[in-house]
């Protein structure tokens, strides 16, 4: 089984920044793809930012130009610095991966359990 754990959420001035990290813990052997998605009260999950399998990033339009996704491979960890952060911005973010757990199997996926992120002032 694999773990995603989630920090770094909180609540932020308009124009401010966070920087959220998830951590994959458990029996991985290959993570193929590794990013962030949201969910703002009423709204549908969407992507925010992503490793691909090909490990090229991809961004939402929306947050083009301030946030960024990093990576550290040896710790399993992905990274979003969110910088000019708008009150629009104020959802639950939520880690996931694509997880090989053996050499030989199915990858699956796997979700945090999400962290709060509030913009207002």
């Known amino acids: 089984q694999v773990q995603l754990v989630e920090s770094g959420g909180g609540l932020v001035q308009p124009g401010g920044s966070l920087r959220l990290s998830c951590a994959a813990s458990?029996?991985?052997?290959?993570?193929?793809?590794m990013g962030w998605y949201r969910q703002a009260p009423g709204k549908q999950r969407e992507l925010v930012a992503a490793f691909t399998s090909g490990g090229s990033t991809s961004y939402a339009d929306f947050v083009k130009g301030r946030f960024t996704i990093s990576r550290d491979n040896a710790k399993n960890t992905v990274y979003l610095q969110m910088n000019s952060l708008k009150p629009e911005d104020t959802a639950v973010y939520y880690c996931y991966a694509n997880v090989r757990a053996y050499p030989i199997g199915p990858a699956n996926d796997y979700w945090g359990q999400g962290t709060q992120v509030t913009v207002s002032s």
């Open positions: 458990g029996r991985v052997f290959r993570i193929n793809t």
